[in-house]
């Protein structure tokens, strides 16, 4: 279970608020450093009245940053809102967001055109003036600190003029009530009864996307998860991009969103390495799965059998008029961030190749061109930290060459078949493992085509599907339990100090 400590300079600046076991004084906090080392995981609020250059505030950051514990505001966040220089920096979406809703209300346009000025209080991303609710989300987001004063100027354009900490001494006794909400709201914790909540060594949360229409996993393995999780100890909750904000009060992180680099969901897992949490999927592995260029080079250079593959060039031709010269069709054509069979084309002839590599080659610079392989299914082999989880067969969808058919704006997957692992060749196995082994030791799913004796793998994926009465359709239960299992063994690891 985590522990929060909320840091004040002096008890007496918490007394507007409800008294809390939590509380502790900067000088108390500071003196804990001759103390012996403690490995529980701690979410550090410092709430002093400035984080000024070698103040109590600056050093309490610094400290709880040292002893590994997980701290808001950062000493980052500190030296980045002390400089202008390097705030202003990061303002121009900022700026973008706040003339778009100006555009969009023209009535706060014209209060706050009179005053040529505004400023406003933000508390852990909310503030009371409710037009500016999403800007104030979004700044908090990128300045992560307890309590800002945020200026806005009016110039050609509106700007954000200044972004300040404040201290609790500076809220006035409306802005009380705002405070106290959005903390409680950021920490679960607070002012929480211990005999009301049941005792768990750790808190998880899983992220997902309730309006995803191909979620790596379904309600019911997320409610399974859920309670494997809970009976090992870890508290395991689901969690939405809305709660960007509230990330770091949870030990570990478990992606459950069709991941990619541009989207929210790297930048979650980004987030949950800085703060030091467990998370899967890793940047590091969405970085290397989510691209097929850069896969398909990886798994080339360290032997990994692959089918033929070519790249395709936006400012050079050579490789696309060998591939027509040389009439080898059908070939499989694919963009390099697409999931769930998207952005996958066949191609028969080279009139075909042409015209579909152009199109693809307007979204992205490189795009792969591979030899067509049918097979009547694809083996789908389930990796966690370096050994076989689960085997699928995932047969094609009905009268098409690929899994999932899109055809007609609705997606159909073809059927599939769960087996024991025990039951994979070994030659698949084997190329499955080397394949993720050049991952990383996260959870991997390597789609693998058998012909013959030839064995070739398509892809791994970082986020593999984990669907109740797919995945788990062998396993059942034994599947989430494996899977919290490899999470418990984790966050013990990294609690003692032990390699993962």
């Given at each position: 279970?985590?522990?929060?400590?909320?840091?004040?300079?002096?008890?007496?600046?918490?007394?507007?608020?409800?008294?809390?076991?939590?509380?502790?004084?900067?000088?108390?906090?500071?003196?804990?450093?001759?103390?012996?080392?403690?490995?529980?995981?701690?979410?550090?609020?410092?709430?002093?009245?400035?984080?000024?250059?070698?103040?109590?505030?600056?050093?309490?950051?610094?400290?709880?940053?040292?002893?590994?514990?997980?701290?808001?505001?950062?000493?980052?966040?500190?030296?980045?809102?002390?400089?202008?220089?390097?705030?202003?920096?990061?303002?121009?979406?900022?700026?973008?967001?706040?003339?778009?809703?100006?555009?969009?209300?023209?009535?706060?346009?014209?209060?706050?055109?009179?005053?040529?000025?505004?400023?406003?209080?933000?508390?852990?991303?909310?503030?009371?003036?409710?037009?500016?609710?999403?800007?104030?989300?979004?700044?908090?987001?990128?300045?992560?600190?307890?309590?800002?004063?945020?200026?806005?100027?009016?110039?050609?354009?509106?700007?954000?003029?200044?972004?300040?900490?404040?201290?609790?001494?500076?809220?006035?006794?409306?802005?009380?009530?705002?405070?106290?909400?959005?903390?409680?709201?950021?920490?679960?914790?607070?002012?929480?009864?211990?005999?009301?909540?049941?005792?768990?060594?750790?808190?998880?949360?899983?992220?997902?996307?309730?309006?995803?229409?191909?979620?790596?996993?379904?309600?019911?393995?997320?409610?399974?998860?859920?309670?494997?999780?809970?009976?090992?100890?870890?508290?395991?909750?689901?969690?939405?991009?809305?709660?960007?904000?509230?990330?770091?009060?949870?030990?570990?992180?478990?992606?459950?969103?069709?991941?990619?680099?541009?989207?929210?969901?790297?930048?979650?897992?980004?987030?949950?390495?800085?703060?030091?949490?467990?998370?899967?999927?890793?940047?590091?592995?969405?970085?290397?799965?989510?691209?097929?260029?850069?896969?398909?080079?990886?798994?080339?250079?360290?032997?990994?059998?692959?089918?033929?593959?070519?790249?395709?060039?936006?400012d050079r031709k050579d490789t696309l008029d060998f591939l027509v010269n040389r009439n080898q069709f059908?070939?499989?054509?694919?963009?390099?961030?697409?999931?769930?069979?998207?952005?996958?084309?066949?191609?028969?002839?080279?009139?075909?190749?042409?015209?579909?590599?152009?199109?693809?080659?307007?979204?992205?610079?490189?795009?792969?061109?591979?030899?067509?392989?049918?097979?009547?299914?694809?083996?789908?082999?389930?990796?966690?930290?370096?050994?076989?989880?689960?085997?699928?067969?995932?047969?094609?969808?009905?009268?098409?060459?690929?899994?999932?058919?899109?055809?007609?704006?609705?997606?159909?997957?073809?059927?599939?078949?769960?087996?024991?692992?025990?039951?994979?060749?070994?030659?698949?196995?084997?190329?499955?493992?080397?394949?993720?082994?050049?991952?990383?030791?996260?959870?991997?799913?390597?789609?693998?085509?058998?012909?013959?004796?030839?064995?070739?793998?398509?892809?791994?994926?970082?986020?593999?599907?984990?669907?109740?009465?797919?995945?788990?359709?062998?396993?059942?239960?034994?599947?989430?339990?494996?899977?919290m299992e490899d999470f418990l063994r984790r966050l013990e690891c990294q609690r003692?100090?032990?390699?993962?």
């Amino acid at each position: 279970m985590s522990r929060l400590l909320i840091l004040v300079d002096k008890p007496e600046d918490w007394t507007a608020f409800y008294p809390t076991e939590d509380l502790i004084s900067a000088q108390d906090y500071l003196a804990q450093g001759s103390q012996q080392e403690d490995n529980t995981p701690t979410q550090v609020i410092n709430l002093c009245r400035n984080y000024r250059y070698l103040s109590y505030g600056y050093y309490c950051s610094l400290l709880a940053e040292a002893r590994g514990h997980k701290v808001i505001p950062s000493i980052q966040t500190i030296n980045d809102l002390g400089k202008k220089s390097i705030y202003g920096l990061n303002m121009e979406s900022l700026n973008k967001a706040l003339n778009k809703t100006l555009s969009k209300n023209p009535e706060l346009a014209q209060q706050v055109t009179c005053e040529q000025e505004l400023s406003i209080q933000v508390c852990f991303g909310r503030t009371r003036f409710e037009p500016l609710a999403d800007l104030a989300r979004q700044i908090f987001e990128r300045f992560p600190c307890p309590i800002l004063s945020i200026t806005f100027r009016q110039g050609e354009h509106w700007l954000i003029q200044a972004v300040k900490p404040e201290g609790l001494s500076q809220l006035k006794t409306n802005e009380e009530d705002t405070f106290a909400y959005a903390l409680d709201t950021f920490s679960r914790k607070v002012w929480r009864k211990p005999s009301l909540k049941r005792k768990y060594r750790y808190d998880m949360a899983i992220l997902v996307d309730p309006e995803e229409k191909l979620p790596p996993s379904n309600t019911g393995a997320l409610r399974h998860m859920i309670r494997a999780g809970r009976r090992l100890g870890i508290d395991v909750e689901l969690i939405q991009k809305r709660d960007y904000t509230q990330l770091a009060e949870y030990d570990a992180l478990f992606i459950r969103e069709t991941t990619s680099i541009s989207n929210h969901t790297y930048k979650f897992a980004k987030k949950a390495e800085m703060e030091g949490m467990i998370v899967l999927d890793d940047p590091n592995s969405i970085l290397k799965c989510t691209n097929k260029v850069y896969l398909a080079d990886l798994l080339a250079k360290k032997g990994v059998p692959i089918p033929e593959t070519h790249f395709l060039y936006r400012d050079r031709k050579d490789t696309l008029d060998f591939l027509v010269n040389r009439n080898q069709f059908p070939l499989v054509l694919k963009i390099p961030d697409g999931a769930f069979s998207k952005g996958v084309v066949k191609v028969s002839h080279a009139e075909e190749l042409v015209t579909q590599a152009k199109a693809f080659l307007k979204q992205s610079a490189i795009v792969i061109a591979q030899e067509f392989m049918y097979t009547d299914y694809d083996w789908r082999i389930g990796i966690l930290n370096n050994k076989p989880l689960f085997a699928c067969q995932y047969f094609m969808s009905k009268g098409h060459w690929q899994i999932y058919n899109h055809a007609g704006g609705k997606s159909v997957s073809g059927a599939f078949r769960t087996l024991p692992v025990h039951e994979v060749p070994t030659k698949v196995l084997k190329v499955a493992l080397k394949a993720t082994k050049l991952i990383g030791n996260g959870l991997y799913g390597v789609d693998i085509k058998q012909s013959g004796d030839r064995i070739v793998v398509i892809e791994v994926n970082d986020n593999p599907n984990l669907d109740a009465g797919v995945e788990d359709a062998f396993l059942k239960d034994d599947l989430y339990r494996l899977l919290m299992e490899d999470f418990l063994r984790r966050l013990e690891c990294q609690r003692l100090g032990l390699s993962l």
